[in-house]
């Protein structure tokens, strides 16, 4: 038997037998696969991969990313389903049939797959089986009057529940969610879902995708066949080395061309890319050498414009700063010049008067035939003269602060003497103090008589918000430094009323002079500026915590030298 080689066409196989004694002969054996052309091949071999593929990716849709879906859509509409308790706050509100009908009424525009949705109380005096409140849907109420059991199986487990029972027949979902108030059960929802319009669109994108995957599988076919057609069926041998060496990645190896025909032609054109292919790598690489070296300095560059524009930055903002702090304390200076230059001209023009009146009204008193109508109205007359004469001596303390004279003062010893000063007072008021002072803090520099003035006027203060009585809480500790603070601490002391507090709209007046939100002769408006300037010349802070109705809580700064922190 000798077999000889493949045909011209390449598509039959011939098997040439010899018998001894009998004349050569030829017989062809072939099949229809042998019969068919490389091309037709092909496009069976991938059309059948596409038909796989197709009933492999609708497989696969089906039994997972359709329960997938499937499994998203139930979460949505439990979460649905869980909104509408958690829009209820109390156990009332759940009963509050015309706002919830309201809701589930807006919920069912907003969801036009919900067909019903009801909610459930259970009874407050006594256990029993829960209640219809409201309902919304194209079921009548008779037939969702009693809960339905999905609602009892919510309840018992205390969890959101589903029945999918009629998802694939009929094409509904039920739901049901306890609704829990403080930790109690207090009722449940529960809704009917349509998936007919989820279960439509489902089967339209499995189509879809099937078409679509089959489209893909005609065009690659198609694309395939014209690729061999051109490319494949022609005589390409001569250059399979170099090809496979290209699909290996070497793409410098270069062909020997033989003859001028087609297959040298190509031979010669893949030599000619293949040397442009290396002098462009060549010059692409000597290309983005330069490119990461004009980069780096680039960056560099950026870099340090960047570090000089941030410097510049910080420089303008202290600047500002600095300009700002200027400009407050030049108003703040021209402003004392303006109440240093009244106040002399108040004291002047009005003090010695007042004090002649007030030795005429001692000498009238002294006289034994004064009736005691007469003695009872001079008394009114010599208390205006000495409320005058404070309002005077208010604005002078105010206007011609002295410096503090700073030494060794001991907090809680300047508080202790205050609550002493102020104690009857304290106790007239009926107001009952507590008093928390740490112990072991450092003494502080400051003016003993000042900061004996700040204390008394915020205790005073305090006791003036607390007509009916209350409670007053004085408490000194220590704070620490935030970082950016120029200090090592802070020693706080805090002066907490429970009475009638401050409105917000006054909290930020209430240091400005003048201002009182006292009844008229209680106050003049310079006991918080005097405080407030006193406190800030000892380089400290006063701050105001204040709720109306609640009470107050003045909050006093002094700079700790270290160590003063307990």
Known sequence: MEAAPIGSGGDELTIRFTRLGRPDYHKAITSPWSRMSLSTKVSLVILLIVGISAVSVEYFERQYIGSLVQGNYLQEIMGVVRQVGAEITTPSDLRDQAAREMELNKLRANRPDLLDV?????????????????????????????????????????????????????????????ITKDGRLVGATYAEFSTAHFDEIQTSQRQLELTRILLKGLVVVLAINLFLYFRVHRPVKALLSAVEAGIRGKLLTTVPVRGRDEIGQLGERFNLMVERIRAATEDNSRLFEKLQHAHDELQVKVEEATAELRQKNRELAKTIELLSTTQREAARAHRLSAIGQLAATVAHQIGTPLTALSGHM???????????????????????????????????????????????????????????????????????????????????????????????????????????????????????????EKTSGWLAVDIADTGQGIASEHRAKIFQPFFTTKKAGRGTGLGLSITHETVRSHGGQILVESEPGKGTRFRVLLPASEGALS
């Not at 309902?135 to 205390?158: N, V, Y």
């Not at 003036?464 to 620490?480: K, Q, Y």
């Open 362 to 484: 001692q000498l009238l008193e002294e006289d034994p035939q004064l009736g005691a109508e007469a003695r009872k109205r001079l008394k009114i007359v010599e208390a205006q003269i000495d409320r005058a004469s404070r309002i005077i001596q208010d604005l002078l303390i105010y206007a011609r602060k002295p410096e503090p004279l700073l030494s060794p003062m001991d907090i809680n010893a300047c508080l202790e003497e205050c609550v002493a000063l102020l104690r009857p007072e304290i106790d007239r008021r009926n107001v009952i103090l507590t008093l928390l002072l740490s112990q072991g803090l450092q003494k502080v520099k400051a003016d003993q008589q000042q900061m004996q003035e700040v204390f008394c006027n915020l205790i005073e203060n305090a006791l003036d918000a607390m007509p009916d009585g209350g409670t007053l809480t004085i408490r000194s500790h220590g704070i620490e430094a935030r970082p950016a």
């Open 118 to 178: 009801a909610l459930y109380a259970l009874p407050e005096e006594k256990p029993g089986p829960p209640m219809l409140v409201v309902s919304a849907g194209i079921t009548t109420l008779p037939t969702l009057e009693r809960a339905p059991p999905l609602i009892e199986q919510a309840l018992l487990e205390d969890t959101s529940v589903s029945d999918l029972r009629g998802w694939e027949t009929a094409h509904r979902v039920n739901v049901a969610s306890p």
